[in-house]
């Protein structure tokens, strides 16, 4: 409580500050007496059995699937949100399946799902939820996956995290002044979050940038982000650079050049990264996975299908070199299917 009378949410960087019965600029934490509420707890915008590749996660269980599901609301406010009627909503109606953390976690290891995704919104927002379906998933052995832009505060950290097996970081840009006009947040508690991901905890983590036209494209943008991945991140942290298709608040920009996405593929690994990805695009070579000693193609991909495959748990069959990931002797055969699943 601050001396005004107001509280302070401190999950994310926002730090609202609320009256009675306010939400937060996410709308779905509110202010109800002198506690903070999450009005979506237990509400879903809908589940689907996915490939682990579409999180996109190319170094995790490999070919398994995995049950995904949002909720409602974010805290940040992008004009290229391609969730943006989930991400946006306003009117709870949209959360069409209810769902316990129980109910979810049985269902996953009924489906064969391996693992649980936190998706299509920003699970920091809905931490309370997902850490209760976190370790409901614990007790089954199933494995969870925050799929999060990492605007989340230190304070919040490390307990959201310690319930996740896996993390995709979206990393919109380089630049503050990109996340200020575009995102209406800010740039360094995501590097914050990606630091403290890579020195600080055991989750899996791969990056994700949607590499927009004229906006976050530039080279030298590309070569200093590169840089600070190299040195903060390490070179075996994936990261994978996506294709931006217009939508929401920025129908006019046009989609992003395959040329676009191979020469940030190309910087990146000038600068010593070793699994660099693209996607959202038809390119074989951007979305295999390659041996960094021996050049040998470790797991072969046209989009979310895998062809072949030459890992033996996290070794390189050809040379014995080690591949950093979450890796099994076999990989998983879902395949390329999306299949949505009503739990209620």
Same mark, same amino acid.
């Given at each position: 409580?601050?001396?005004?009378?107001?509280?302070?949410?401190?999950?994310?960087?926002?730090?609202?500050?609320?009256? =009675?019965?306010?939400?937060?600029?996410?709308?779905?934490? #509110? /202010?109800? $007496?002198?506690?903070? +509420?999450?009005? %979506? *707890?237990?509400?879903?915008?809908?589940?689907?059995?996915?490939?682990?590749?579409?999180?996109?996660?190319?170094?995790?269980?490999?070919?398994?699937?995995?049950?995904?599901?949002?909720?409602?609301?974010?805290?940040?406010?992008?004009?290229?949100?391609?969730?943006?009627?989930?991400?946006?909503?306003?009117?709870?109606?949209?959360?069409?399946?209810? =769902?316990?953390?129980?109910?979810?976690?049985?269902?996953? #290891? /009924?489906? $064969?799902?391996?693992? +649980?995704?936190? %998706? *299509?919104?920003?699970?920091?927002?809905?931490?309370?939820?997902?850490?209760?379906?976190?370790?409901?998933?614990?007790?089954?052995?199933?494995?969870?996956?925050?799929?999060?832009?990492?605007?989340?505060?230190?304070?919040?950290?490390?307990?959201?995290?310690?319930?996740?097996?896996?993390?995709?970081?979206?990393?919109?840009?380089?630049?503050?002044?990109?996340?200020?006009?575009?995102?209406?947040?800010?740039? #360094?508690?995501?590097?914050?979050?990606?630091?403290?991901?890579?020195?600080?905890?055991?989750?899996?983590?791969?990056?994700?940038?949607?590499?927009?036209?004229?906006?976050?494209?530039?080279?030298?943008?590309?070569?200093?982000?590169?840089?600070?991945?190299?040195?903060?991140?390490?070179?075996?942290?994936?990261?994978?650079?996506?294709?931006?298709?217009?939508?929401?608040?920025?129908?006019?920009?046009?989609?992003?050049?395959?040329?676009?996405?191979?020469?940030?593929?190309?910087?990146?690994?000038?600068?010593?990264?070793?699994?660099?990805?693209?996607?959202?695009?038809?390119?074989?070579?951007?979305?295999?996975?390659?041996?960094?000693?021996?050049?040998?193609?470790?797991?072969?991909?046209?989009?979310?299908?895998?062809?072949?495959?030459?890992?033996?748990?996290?070794?390189?069959?050809?040379?014995?070199?080690?591949?950093?990931?979450?890796?099994?002797?076999?990989?998983?055969?879902?395949?390329?299917?999306?299949?949505?699943?009503?739990?209620?």
């Amino acid at each position: 409580m601050r001396p005004d009378g107001r509280i302070e949410c401190r999950l994310c960087p926002r730090y609202c500050k609320l009256q =009675a019965g306010q939400r937060g600029f996410c709308f779905v934490r #509110q /202010r109800v $007496g002198d506690k903070m +509420v999450l009005a %979506t *707890y237990g509400r879903s915008s809908g589940f689907c059995i996915d490939p682990i590749e579409k999180k996109p996660l190319n170094h995790f269980l490999p070919g398994t699937s995995v049950l995904s599901f949002g909720t409602a609301g974010c805290n940040l406010g992008c004009r290229f949100c391609q969730n943006w009627d989930i991400s946006k909503a306003r009117e709870f109606d949209r959360l069409a399946d209810a =769902a316990s953390p129980d109910v979810i976690a049985g269902a996953a #290891q /009924r489906l $064969g799902c391996r693992s +649980v995704a936190f %998706t *299509y919104n920003d699970p920091v927002i809905f931490a309370e939820y997902a850490l209760d379906v976190a370790r409901a998933c614990r007790e089954r052995g199933i494995r969870t996956v925050a799929v999060t832009a990492g605007y989340i505060t230190g304070q919040a950290r490390p307990e959201f995290f310690s319930l996740m097996d896996a993390a995709n970081v979206d990393l919109k840009a380089f630049t503050d002044g990109f996340y200020q006009r575009l995102c209406f947040g800010r740039l #360094q508690p995501v590097l914050d979050t990606l630091a403290y991901l890579r020195r600080e905890t055991g989750v899996w983590l791969e990056v994700t940038t949607l590499l927009i036209p004229g906006e976050n494209d530039r080279s030298e943008e590309i070569e200093r982000a590169s840089d600070w991945f190299a040195a903060n991140l390490g070179p075996d942290v994936p990261w994978h650079f996506t294709a931006f298709h217009p939508d929401f608040r920025m129908l006019g920009v046009p989609p992003t050049p395959i040329a676009t996405l191979l020469r940030a593929r190309d910087i990146a690994r000038s600068r010593g990264l070793r699994y660099v990805y693209t996607g959202n695009v038809h390119d074989p070579a951007g979305g295999s996975t390659w041996c960094p000693s021996c050049g040998t193609v470790l797991i072969e991909r046209q989009g979310y299908e895998m062809g072949s495959y030459n890992l033996d748990h996290n070794r390189c069959r050809a040379c014995g070199f080690t591949v950093a990931g979450r890796f099994e002797r076999q990989p998983g055969t879902w395949g390329a299917r999306r299949q949505p699943v009503r739990l209620g």
